[in-house]
């Protein structure tokens, strides 16, 4: 007989559990405790399973044989109701996870920002903690807001190329390597711990252009020299920026490392400036020529009690900006497709090789060198001696040009 509501209204419980049956394989499960659940007794597979369709009286029994029909339905088309039920709650309380995960401003679980974050941090014993930094923020800034919500496993070729496809409309075409470099390591990472199997950002590869390398402008012809320093010998801005401006050709140092040059770093009696290169994480080693000393003399009474040798103008304890020599040559009329500040290395570099000075001491002194940290090491005062007379001959051999001198540089005496 099947089942009726007055039926289940007066079916009390015993002590032990009972079934009322009804249609179809459902019945009403009278527990001891009073309860009453519908259930559905079923077979998928050659395996029996029963499936729960409710508790009366919150499901009606209309309701529970609704809910049969359905499942009988999903059996005969070949879909097991129970897997059904259990995919539902699992993506229920998935849902539930991901919203709290995100009011408590977490990534969500197994989503590329999670696996990112996790090989940034996995990784961070391998690079410095700025570098680390520039790439979080590179992430931040151009990948998270596209696909750092998206399951890692999922995302597709089209999705990262559509991250990308933004800085290469921009022609950030460098950012645009880097970029899908670090996509591509966060992959590797999540292929390597289970959270796929294969790296979407492969084939985004050969959709970015190549880069074209520009080369900064730079003076390299001896009379043109000259005339760029008796310029700069006579440029009207700050005191500090003076200094500045002179002592840029003289070290051929990276313009930022010169703008951040610490006190610290400076023994005027040794003649040495010793700094730790950021960009190539080694120690370097300047020597100071007589008039590289000269300047920092002359300027060590006005901002030797701070840290940096070339303050900001605005007093708040910064070094001078990164746009300050540029303008300065764009004041005197060079603009930048005619001398950079970073031009001074390859105008160091050029006339130096022209004169016959050693290219491995001309490297040295460039600080361009070799990453691995024990070669670093034994190489930062590798030819110092050499460098020594060399940064020497070569703020003399600038004097001479300041001078209107008709120079004709001589090949480099052994010795």
């Known amino acids: 007989m099947s089942l009726s509501d007055t039926a289940i209204r007066n079916a009390k419980p015993t002590e032990k559990p009972y079934k009322m049956p009804d249609e179809k394989g459902m019945y009403l499960f009278i527990h001891p405790n009073g309860g009453k659940y519908?259930?559905?007794d079923y077979r998928f597979d050659g395996k029996r399973k029963t499936l729960a369709l409710g508790v009366y009286p919150e499901i009606s029994l209309k309701q529970a044989r609704d809910k049969r029909d359905e499942a009988k339905k999903q059996i005969t088309d070949g879909i097991d109701p129970?897997?059904?039920r259990k995919q539902g709650k699992a993506e229920k309380a998935a849902a539930i996870d991901r919203q709290n995960r995100l009011d408590a401003g977490l990534p969500v679980l197994n989503s590329f920002e999670h696996v990112a974050r996790d090989w940034l941090e996995s990784a961070a014993h391998t690079v410095r903690e700025l570098t680390r930094q520039k790439k979080i923020r590179h992430f931040e800034r151009h990948v998270f807001p596209g696909i750092g919500a998206m399951d890692v496993a999922e995302i597709k070729s089209p999705d990262i190329y559509g991250v990308i496809k933004p800085l290469i409309a921009k022609n950030q075409l460098e950012t645009a390597h880097?970029?899908?470099?670090?996509?591509s390591s966060v992959y590797s990472y999540a292929i390597a711990h289970g959270f796929t199997n294969y790296d979407p950002a492969q084939a985004v590869a050969a959709q970015i252009?190549?880069?074209?390398?520009k080369h900064r402008a730079a003076l390299t012809d001896p009379k043109e020299i000259g005339q760029l320093l008796r310029d700069i010998y006579s440029y009207q801005g700050t005191f500090v920026v003076q200094c500045a401006f002179r002592l840029s050709p003289l070290l051929f140092q990276r313009p930022g490392e010169i703008r951040q040059m610490e006190w610290d770093d400076i023994d005027l009696e040794a003649r040495e400036w010793r700094y730790f290169v950021t960009k190539t994480e080694v120690l370097h080693i300047v020597p100071l020529s007589k008039q590289a000393v000269s300047i920092l003399e002359e300027i060590k009474p006005l901002t030797g009690s701070g840290r940096y040798v070339f303050p900001s103008s605005r007093g708040d304890g910064r070094?001078?900006?990164d746009n300050t020599i540029r303008t300065a040559l764009k004041t005197l009329g060079y603009d930048s497709d005619v001398m950079t500040a970073h031009g001074f290395r390859t105008t160091a570099s050029t006339l130096l090789n022209e004169q016959g000075w050693s290219p491995d001491a001309i490297e040295r002194q460039l600080c361009h060198m070799p990453r691995d940290a024990?070669?670093?090491?034994y190489n930062r005062a590798q030819y110092l001696e050499e460098r020594r007379k060399m940064m020497q001959a070569w703020s003399d051999y600038l004097d001479s040009l300041k001078a209107g001198a008709d120079v004709i540089p001589l090949m480099r005496k052994n010795g």
């Open 38 to 40: 519908f259930r559905l």
């Open 82 to 84: 129970g897997e059904i």
């Open 178 to 183: 880097r970029v899908h470099s670090e996509i």
């Open 209 to 213: 252009p190549a880069q074209k390398v």
């Open 319 to 321: 070094p001078m900006s």
């Open 374 to 377: 024990v070669r670093a090491a």
